[in-house]
T-cell receptor, first 113, second 113 residues
Framework: DAMVIQNPRYQVTQFGKPVTLSCSQT?????MYWYQQKSSQAPKLLFH???????NEADTPDNFQSRRPNTSFCFLDIRSPGLGDAAMYLC????????????FGPGTRLTVT | KQEVTQIPAALSVPEGENLVLNCSFT??????LQWFRQDPGKGLTSLLL?????REQTSGRLNASLDKSSGRSTLYIAASQPGDSATYLC????????????FGKGNQVVVIP
C-alpha cells in the first residue's frame, strides 16, 4: 500500500498561473518535506514541517509556499510559476528528524508552458 | 556545508557483472546514509539505510558499506540484471543544523543484456 501519495503525478500550468501540488501520508509521521529536483540534478530541499512548525530553507524563493492543515496532508503552492520552476517535486516524510529514515512519494512532474 | 559526490556520473556494465557505486561526503558528523534508486521520471525508492554506528547493510543482491571516518560509502549490486538500470542516489543525514538530507547527483547505471 502506498504510504506517501502525491497528486497529481503530472501537472501542466501556464506561466504565472498559480498551482498547488498535494502530498498525503498514511504513516502518521511528524515531519514532511518538499524537495525540488531538476533534470540530472540532486534533489534540493525547499522546506519542511515538523508537526505544524514550518522550516524554510534560506535559498527557497518566496514564490514557493507550503501549508500543512493536518498531520496527513501537506501542500506546495507556487504562486507565479516561471519556466525555471519546471521540475520534479518530491514529497517525503520521516517519523522524527535526526536518525530516522525518509520515505518518498512518487513525485509530481511540473511543466510550465 | 556537507557535500556529497558520486563518481562516475554514468556507467554501463554487461549483465551478470557486479556493480560498485561510490559515494563520498565531506563532513563525517552524520546520523545516517541512505541509498535510493530513481527510474526515469519517477520518485525515489529507498534501497538501504545505514545508521552512523553501522558498517554495512544488506538486502538481497544489494550490500552497502559505510566508512564514516573517511567519508565514504559503497553500494554493491551482485550479478547485475537489465532491471537494475536506473539512477542510484546517495544521501547523508546531517548530524548538525537542521538534519537535512544532502544528496549526491547520482550514478546513472545501464546494464547491457
Amino acid at each position: 500500500d502506498a504510504m506517501v501519495i502525491q497528486n497529481p503525478r503530472y501537472q501542466v500550468t501556464q506561466f504565472g498561473k498559480p498551482v498547488t501540488l498535494s502530498c498525503s501520508q498514511t504513516l502518521n509521521h511528524n515531519v514532511m518535506y518538499w524537495y525540488q529536483q531538476k533534470s540530472s540534478q540532486a534533489p534540493k530541499l525547499l522546506f519542511h514541517y515538523y508537526d505544524k512548525d514550518f522550516n524554510n530553507e534560506a535559498d527557497t524563493p518566496d514564490n514557493f509556499q507550503s501549508r500543512r492543515p493536518n498531520t496527513s496532508f501537506c501542500f506546495l503552492d507556487i504562486r507565479s510559476p516561471g519556466l525555471g520552476d519546471a521540475a520534479m517535486y518530491l514529497c517525503a516524510t520521516s517519523r522524527e528528524t535526526g536518525a530516522y529514515e525518509q520515505y518518498f512519494g512518487p513525485g509530481t512532474r511540473l511543466t510550465v508552458t | 556545508k556537507q557535500e556529497v559526490t558520486q563518481i562516475p556520473a554514468a556507467l554501463s556494465v554487461p549483465e551478470g557483472e557486479n556493480l560498485v557505486l561510490n559515494c563520498s561526503f565531506t563532513d563525517s558528523a552524520i546520523y545516517n546514509l541512505q541509498w535510493f534508486r530513481q527510474d526515469p521520471g519517477k520518485g525515489l525508492t529507498s534501497l538501504l539505510l545505514i545508521q552512523s554506528s553501522q558498517r554495512e547493510q544488506t538486502s538481497g543482491r544489494l550490500n552497502a558499506s559505510l566508512d564514516k571516518s573517511s567519508g565514504r560509502s559503497t553500494l554493491y549490486i551482485a550479478a547485475s540484471q537489465p532491471g537494475d538500470s536506473a539512477t542510484y542516489l546517495c544521501a547523508v543525514r546531517h548530524g548538525r543544523g537542521n538534519n537535512r538530507l544532502a544528496f549526491g547527483k547520482g550514478n546513472q547505471v545501464v546494464v547491457i543484456p
